[in-house]
Structures are given as structure tokens and as C-alpha cells.
């Protein structure tokens, strides 16, 4: 017996239960163990029914994603699920935490499913890039019927146990907290019932009204269109679960394999595999081991009721955590909060929030004037415009109320960490915390680690990224620290191409393409052509733009002229702007390619990436992606700027920066570190 495996009989009730912290995934190890605990129970003349749970966190939370890419090893989920479904006994899973993807598909192969309350189980396979390839597609939709399994299996969300039971994923919930005794009750039960054994794979009901149609299928593709753009395995999912309405079991499942098999073999798979560990990884931080302590966290008060300091806000709220807001005048604290209110009320418009839910969260603002409210909160972040003068004036001010063991944290973008904290007297409860906006959407989390941040502190900002539902990225103090210093590289090159007479919608449409949401010149129009040039004196595009009251989207246009629909068209008198400072400028027009336009955008982020990593200001190349894909929405199927420059070739990457460096100066120079790297034949 191998050691995963725990097997017992209780009065006739095999139970075979695995044990593989942290989430049994189903590796080649606990294949064996469930194979092997399956084969003696189904021998066992004594045994009449056989019920698989997993000790630990969770039932399996799905395929062990390290071992795609490597070679098979037999038994297979699959063959392990066929083995299962060929158990002479009754069958039932045991289910709790988060039984997803092939943990999920494990359980379908049971002929009954029980689970404690607070399970939520889900085919996430999406996130990954594929699609559930141990029989999801075709068992799914014969439980829930085809349109529920086509929102569930491409939406990779996670269910909740009373809504699979309601959706019939699952038989029974548990009423109390025993899993084992419940489910051997339940074992009993069916045995003495002498209730059917109905596999899921033989059930077709719930398929059968969907059998040869297309419409539902189309009409699904066109509602999400925006959603699934660039994500390849959407499009393999849909065709799965038509499949499963359309083909007897055994054919779907063939083609559901081979649909599964070109997702894993993908580029873009690989991506999103890479993106899962990075996420994972941005929270360690090797020098602070995980037993460091963390500083209490029951209340927080931000300064400044802005865009950001409201935003920020919300998170907090959002996890039941009372906010100190606090603002220089009355008129603006009651516009930060009714910003609030509005967001909220969005929500409970569109049905994803209830009004009591919006009252309780409104609740836990305590709107204050006065610095001497945030005597008694555990963590200060301040939200304000963004020069030292008046960063240093707040954190003085700060240091003169905040208790002892108050972490004070700054929400700056660009400025010195350290030159802030010098403001205090004590440096050492200082760090950055760096929201990005919206900063109740965005899900980055830079935290800034200044020169004397304790590690507590640090730890604490970590940890608190998660308990408000951001990933973080550790960051050293540096202008633009890492996610705005490598994008705004994008921006200046966007300016210099515009300037060389590329059309703005050529490059709009390269950066769309590739797969972001915005190409950069609309994302320009969006955030405002007034904000964006605040700290330059030189005239340029955008001053003489803003000099025209063209601010961009919300007034009169920017490089785009848009309709009460907001639908743009190039407008003619941007484009005269442009030639007018390209005369002024003696810039002269240059020919490129899409290949190469998309080159002159993103290589140069992949060098600054270097430099950011050379600096130490990243600790792990796989950060900055993270940075890139939670502060910049970098589409994740390309894994993020650094995972891409390996997956074209650092020396594609280099050859090219040396190019541009010729023609177009040193803004393209090369990164030393990047050259080492190629030299040493290395990757990110
Ligand atoms: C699949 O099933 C394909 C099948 O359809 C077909 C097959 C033929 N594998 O997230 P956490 C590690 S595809 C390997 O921090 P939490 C994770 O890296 C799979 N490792 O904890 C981390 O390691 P470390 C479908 C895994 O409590 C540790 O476990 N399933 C796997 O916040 C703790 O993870 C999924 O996509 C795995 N499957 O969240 C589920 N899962 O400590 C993916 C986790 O070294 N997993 N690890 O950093 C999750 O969504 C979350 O991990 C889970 C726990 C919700 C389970």
C-alpha cells in the first residue's frame, strides 16, 4: 500500500481515502493510490459500497499541473476514472474544499456525490488554458444540461455546494461538519434502498434536448465574444460540450481528449501554467521566512477620498474591514463617498450585490476630518496628489498620531519610498503600498519594501494583499518601482512612432491584436490627454492637444473624435497636430511593418524588465509578468513581457533592441543583464 493511501471498511463501507498535501493533486502518485484502494475494495466480497475522500484541506483540486509537459505516466486520469467507473460496488465521493478539474472528474466517476457545506467545486481548466480532459465536457452537461455547462466550464468558476446540489452536481449536502460518518450513513442508506447505479456517462436527459442544434452554440459565442477574444481553449470547450449533446459518450470523450491534447501542447497553455505558479510564487519572499509574524489588521484609515483613496477604500470594505476616510474638507470627503455609494449601487444594479450588503459596506466608513481619528487604526495608507512636498507633510503629520506598531504605508506611483519614511520617526514601519486603477478592480498589489521596512511590516503587506483579494509583487524603491516603470516605456515609443507618421489606429490596432483590451493611443484618450502630460514643460502632441481643450474621452476628443456612442474615428485635427510638432521637431517619417511596430512597443519593456531585475528591484523575472498581467491587464495566454521574451527567443530579442538601438537611438540600448543572458545562453 502506498503511503497516500488510508483504506478501512466500516460494516460493508470500503473507504478509500488519500492523503497528498498540499491540495491532492492528482499526480501519478495518487493515481496509483486510488487504483489501489479501488481494486481491494471491488474484490472484497464484504465490501458493497466504496466511498473516496482525501484527508487534508481539500478532495483533489485537480490534475498535478507540474507533470503536463513531462511524459505520461500510466495509470492516467482517465484510465484511473474508467477503473473507478467499472467498480462492481456502489460508489460515492467524499467531498470537501475545493474539488476541481480532474479532482471534480474523480467525483463524476462516482455513481454519488456527497459534500460538506463550504465545498466549492468547479472545472477551472480554463485558467490554464484547456479544457476538463478526464470527461467534463461530456459528463457536465449531462448533469446541468448544455447551457450550464457551457457558462460553468468556460467561466472556470468555483460552486458552491448548496448550488450544485440545487444544479444536481451533486446528491446530498452534509448537515453537520462529520464528512466520513455522513457519507458512510449515506453508503447505508443507498445499499439498503438498493438505490440505482446510474453512472453520470450513462445519463443523457439533459442532453437530449440539445441534441444536432447549433443556434445555442453560436448565440453563446456572439454573447461573450468580448470575453473569450484570444483565448483558444474557450473555443475547444464549446465544441467539447456540443460533442456531449451531439455524440454518444464514448466518441465524445475520444474527441474531447484530442481537443484537450492540442490545448496542453499549446504555446498559450504554457503560459497560463507559467502564470499560475508565478502567482503563487510573487507572494514569497525569500529572505522573510513564513513564520514572521504578521501585525493585526481590524481597521484601516486612508488619507485622501480621491479616485485612488476611495477605490482603495472599497477594498476594505469589501472585506468587512472598517475605513477611517479621511479628507481635508467636508464637500470633498461626501464626493469621495458618494463615488463610493455610486460604484456600489452599480453592483447591486446589475443584481451582484444586495442593498443590504451596499448599507453594511457604506457602514464601515467613518468619514473624518481630523488626523487624530487614525490615533487607533491598525494600517494607514495615504492616497494623495502625488509630490513629496505634500507626501512628507502627510506622513509627518501621520507619525504625529498613528499608535505604535501602525504600519504607515503610501500609495505612491513614482516618488523615493525612503525620502517619505524620512519624514517619520520611524522609518522602519514604513512601506508602499501600490494600488493600481481602478484600484478596487486592478488586482495588483505592489508592495514597496523601503531601505528600513521591518519584516514584519513587509510580511504584513504581503499577506494583506490577500485578505483583500490582490496578488502582490515585492518591490524595491525605484522610479516607477516595477509594473509603471516597464509600461511606461510603451507609452514613450508609442509617442516617438506616432511622431514618425504611423497611423495611431495602425498601432492601436497592433496592441489590440496581440491581445490587450486597448491599444495604447485610446488608452491615452481614456485615462485624459490633460493627465497624462502633467509633469512635462516640452510641447508636445498631447500639450498642444489639451492646449485645443482636447482632452480625450471625456471632452471634445483626443487623437480620436468619438460619437454619443462613444464608437472613435481618427480625428483630422490630431493628425495635423502631429505633423505640425513633427516639422517643429525635424522628425522624419519612417516605414514599419505591424511585425515591427509590435516590436519598437514591447521589446523595449522586456529590456527595461531586465533592468528592473538587474537592479533588484523585481526579485524573479516571473513578478514583473505577474506586474504586467494584474496592473496592466497583459493578456495572460502571452504569459506576460518576460515568459514572452523566452518564448521568443532572448536572442531574437536582443538582436532586435540592437537594430532599433541603431536606427533609433539609445532608448533601445540594450540592458547589460539581457546581454549576459544571451551570452550564457539563459533565459528569464
Ligand atoms: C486538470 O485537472 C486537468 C484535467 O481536467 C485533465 C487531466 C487529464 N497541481 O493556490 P495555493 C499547489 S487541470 C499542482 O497557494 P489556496 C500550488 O502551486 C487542474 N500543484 O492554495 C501551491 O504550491 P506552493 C485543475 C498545485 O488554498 C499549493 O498547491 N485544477 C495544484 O489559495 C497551494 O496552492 C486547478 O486548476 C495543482 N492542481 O488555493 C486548481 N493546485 O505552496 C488549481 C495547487 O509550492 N489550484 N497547487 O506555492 C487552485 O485553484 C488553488 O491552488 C486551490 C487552493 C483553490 C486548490
Not at 170 to 184: F, K, Y
Amino acid at each position: 500500500m502506498t503511503n497516500l493511501l488510508t483504506y478501512q471498511v466500516y460494516e460493508g463501507v470500503a473507504v478509500v481515502s488519500i492523503d497528498s498535501p498540499p491540495v491532492n493533486a492528482l499526480g501519478i502518485d495518487v493515481r496509483q493510490s486510488i487504483v489501489e484502494g479501488f481494486e481491494q475494495a471491488s474484490t472484497n466480497a464484504d465490501v458493497h459500497a466504496i466511498i473516496l475522500a482525501c484527508s487534508g484541506r481539500t478532495f483533489f483540486a485537480g490534475a498535478d499541473i507540474r507533470e503536463f509537459g513531462t511524459p505520461a505516466k500510466p495509470p492516467i486520469l482517465p484510465e484511473v476514472i474508467a477503473l473507478i467507473e467499472s467498480s462492481p460496488k456502489l460508489t460515492i465521493a467524499a467531498l470537501h474544499g475545493t474539488p476541481l478539474g480532474g479532482g471534480l472528474e474523480t467525483a463524476l466517476a462516482c455513481h454519488y456525490r456527497i459534500a460538506i457545506a463550504g465545498t466549492r467545486m468547479g472545472l477551472p481548466e480554463v485558467k490554464l488554458g484547456l479544457l476538463p480532459g478526464a470527461g467534463g465536457t461530456q459528463k457536465l452537461p449531462r448533469l446541468v444540461g448544455v447551457p450550464a455547462a457551457l457558462e460553468i466550464i468556460t467561466s472556470g468558476r468555483q460552486i458552491k455546494a448548496s448550488e450544485a446540489l440545487e444544479l444536481g452536481i451533486i446528491d446530498r449536502v452534509c448537515a453537520g461538519d462529520d464528512l466520513l460518518a455522513e457519507a458512510i450513513n449515506y453508503a447505508r442508506e443507498l445499499v439498503d434502498q438498493n438505490a440505482p447505479r446510474t453512472l453520470v456517462l450513462e445519463r443523457n436527459e439533459k442532453t437530449a434536448e440539445h441534441q444536432g442544434q447549433t443556434e445555442i452554440y453560436d448565440t453563446f459565442r456572439a454573447k461573450n465574444a468580448r470575453r473569450f477574444r484570444g483565448f483558444k481553449s474557450v473555443e475547444n470547450i464549446i465544441k467539447a460540450v456540443q460533442l456531449a449533446a451531439d455524440l454518444p459518450y464514448v466518441q465524445g470523450l475520444k474527441r474531447e481528449r484530442e481537443l484537450f491534447t492540442e490545448l496542453q501542447q499549446s504555446r498559450d497553455s504554457l503560459a497560463q501554467r507559467h502564470v499560475f505558479f508565478a502567482e503563487r510564487e510573487s507572494s514569497k519572499v525569500p529572505d522573510i521566512p513564513k513564520t514572521t509574524p504578521v501585525r493585526p489588521l481590524q481597521t484601516v484609515g486612508i488619507i485622501g477620498a480621491g479616485t485612488m483613496g476611495g477605490g482603495i477604500a472599497m477594498n476594505f470594505l469589501n472585506a468587512g474591514i472598517p475605513v477611517t476616510l479621511l479628507e481635508q474638507k467636508q464637500e470633498a470627503l461626501d464626493q469621495g463617498i458618494d463615488v463610493i455609494r455610486n460604484n456600489y449601487q452599480r453592483s447591486v444594479k446589475a443584481g451582484r450585490m444586495t442593498k443590504e450588503v451596499l448599507e453594511a459596506r457604506l457602514g464601515l466608513i467613518n468619514p473624518s476630518l481630523n488626523y487624530a481619528d487614525l490615533s487607533s487604526v491598525d494600517l494607514i495608507i495615504e492616497a494623495v496628489f502625488e509630490t513629496m512636498e505634500i507626501k512628507k507633510a502627510v506622513f509627518s503629520s501621520i507619525d504625529a498620531v498613528a499608535k505604535q506598531g501602525c504600519i504607515l504605508a503610501s500609495n505612491t506611483s513614482y516618488l523615493d519610498l525612503n525620502e517619505i519614511a524620512s519624514a517619520t520617526s520611524r522609518p522602519q514601519d514604513v512601506i508602499g503600498l501600490h494600488f493600481f486603477s481602478p484600484a478596487n478592480v486592478m488586482n495588483l498589489l505592489e508592495v514597496v519594501r523601503g531601505e528600513h521596512s521591518d519584516s514584519d511590516v513587509i510580511n504584513s503587506g504581503m499577506r494583506l494583499a490577500k485578505t483583500i483579494g490582490k496578488t502582490p509583487v515585492l518591490s524595491r524603491v525605484g522610479w516607477g518601482f516595477i509594473a509603471n516603470r516597464v509600461m511606461k516605456v510603451r507609452s514613450f515609443q508609442t509617442d516617438n512612432l506616432i511622431l514618425q507618421g504611423i497611423n495611431p489606429e495602425i498601432i492601436d490596432k497592433v496592441i489590440y491584436d496581440y491581445g490587450f483590451a486597448m491599444g495604447p493611443v485610446a488608452m491615452k484618450d481614456l485615462v485624459g490627454l490633460d493627465v497624462l502630460g502633467r509633469e512635462s514643460k516640452e510641447r508636445t502632441v498631447e500639450s498642444v492637444l489639451v492646449e485645443m481643450e482636447r482632452l480625450g474621452q471625456k471632452k471634445n476628443g483626443g487623437y480620436y473624435d468619438y460619437d454619443q456612442n462613444r464608437q472613435k474615428t481618427l480625428s483630422a485635427i490630431a493628425m495635423e497636430v502631429i505633423r505640425n510638432i513633427a516639422q517643429e521637431k525635424g522628425i522624419e517619417p519612417v516605414a514599419a511593418d505591424e511585425e515591427e511596430i509590435l516590436a519598437r512597443l514591447l521589446y523595449p519593456i522586456i529590456n527595461e524588465g531586465a533592468k528592473v531585475l538587474d537592479e533588484g528591484i523585481a526579485l524573479r523575472s516571473s513578478d514583473i509578468d505577474i506586474a504586467c498581467i494584474k496592473g496592466y491587464n497583459w493578456p495572460v495566454y502571452k504569459g506576460g513581457p518576460m515568459f514572452w521574451a523566452n518564448s521568443i527567443g532572448l536572442k531574437k530579442v536582443l538582436e532586435k533592441l540592437r537594430e532599433f538601438e541603431q536606427r533609433f537611438g539609445s532608448a533601445f540600448t540594450p540592458s547589460p543583464y539581457l546581454v549576459r543572458l544571451v551570452k550564457d545562453g539563459k533565459e528569464f
